[in-house]
């Protein structure tokens, strides 16, 4: 009965939102994880509008308090979540917010942030209004696989790069010169 009027789901649901709101961190590690899987496997839109507002703010709030794997968690969450919403603009401001300090400052520690940037290019391209933040956005997954040392971190925003850059117009891109220099860099990171 409950699978047919969709009342396990909801429950499902509440409860990922209750754990990704709650002050411990292995809760809400656990939370993002079946709160990604719901999303993916039988999401309901009406569902996860009911709960969007609280929801962007937990996972936001997981991204600026969290560690490296629940920001990680946390972004691969909130790109899922801005896939199955009609408007998703909370989401990408907020994410626009996070993405350069943790781009910059936060993988100097060394620490994977592979699933952040999946996370962060997902968001970007489903949200984003303008070319220009899309091509702010690769120029700093450049910068970023330039200064990390993490294969896979590199491998991310190269991969990410790749796929918003093919997104934004020839008129926006300014001229050839952009294009050379960013060519040339993934050029030097596809050979380390």
Not at 151 to 158: D, F, I, K, S
Request: hydrophobic letters at 40%.
């Amino acid at each position: 009965e409950d699978l047919e009027d969709g009342s396990e789901d909801h429950n499902e649901m509440m409860v990922a939102v209750e754990g990704v709101c709650s002050a411990n961190r292995a809760a809400r590690l656990g939370a993002l994880a079946s709160l990604s899987t719901h999303l993916r496997l039988r999401c309901d839109d009406d569902e996860v509008q009911k709960y969007a507002s609280t929801l962007a703010n937990a996972l936001f709030n997981c991204m600026r308090r969290g560690k490296c794997d629940e920001r990680c968690r946390a972004a691969t969450a909130a790109a899922l979540m801005a896939w199955v919403l009609e408007d998703a603009d909370t989401i990408f401001d907020k994410t626009r917010r996070y993405a350069e300090r943790i781009l910059t400052t936060e993988i100097k520690k060394g620490e994977d942030y592979s699933d952040f940037v999946i996370g962060i290019a997902v968001i970007y391209f489903i949200e984003s209004p303008d070319p220009y933040d899309v091509l702010a956005l690769c120029r700093l997954l450049l910068s970023s696989a330039e200064h990390q040392k993490s294969g896979a971190h590199r491998e991310a925003c190269l991969s990410a790069w790749t796929f918003l850059f093919s997104t934004v117009p020839p008129a926006d891109l300014g001229g050839s010169a952009f294009v050379e220099a960013a060519l040339e860099k993934m050029h030097a990171c596809l050979f380390d």
